[in-house]
């Protein structure tokens, strides 16, 4: 499966705005966990790793990220910028997080609970892994 940019519909009035995630309308599946990234320090990289079965969507529901992913074959680069666009990000992708801007909050739907076994934290275990998959 490929990844790719998902609308999130926002619904703003004088009061502000608000962004709605329904899972099963958005999303090819069901969200088990949500967990959420803050207060990184300017020029760090989160990731480096890749999930054997988990699906993701990652929103920048304030500021800015830069989301590189490597299939093992062809990295692709994504610009989060906004909280009315997330990413899905299937399994078999090594994932590099980098140019949080200052402030920003990276909120993630995952579908299933926390599992280290399903991290691969080696990138070549993660070309053998995905050259056997
Ligand atoms: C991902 C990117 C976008 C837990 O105990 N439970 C959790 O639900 C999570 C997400 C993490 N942890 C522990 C595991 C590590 O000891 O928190 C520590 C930091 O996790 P990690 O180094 O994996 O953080 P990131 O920001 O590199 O990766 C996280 C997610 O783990 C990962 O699934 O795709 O965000």
């Keep these: 499966m490929q990844p790719g940019l998902v609308d999130v519909p926002v619904l703003s009035d004088a009061l502000g705005s608000i962004g709605v995630v329904e899972g099963a309308v958005l999303l090819p599946f069901d969200v088990k966990r949500f967990y959420f990234i803050h207060s990184v320090p300017a020029g760090a990289a989160r990731g480096s790793h890749a999930h054997r079965y988990l699906h993701q969507l990652v929103l920048a529901v304030s500021g800015s990220v830069n989301v590189e992913l490597d299939d093992g074959v062809t990295v ?58």
Excluded: K, M
């Excluded at 692709?76 to 992708?93: D, E, M």
């Excluded at 090594?94 to 920003?104: C, E, I, Q």
């Design 76 to 133: 692709q680069s994504f610009a989060l910028t906004s909280p009315a666009v997330g990413l899905h990000i299937p399994p078999g992708y090594w994932r590099t997080l980098t140019d949080f801007a200052p402030n920003s909050v990276v909120a993630v739907l995952a579908s299933h609970e926390y599992d280290e076994t399903d991290y691969i934290r080696d990138y070549d275990e993660f070309l053998s892994w995905s050259r056997r998959a």
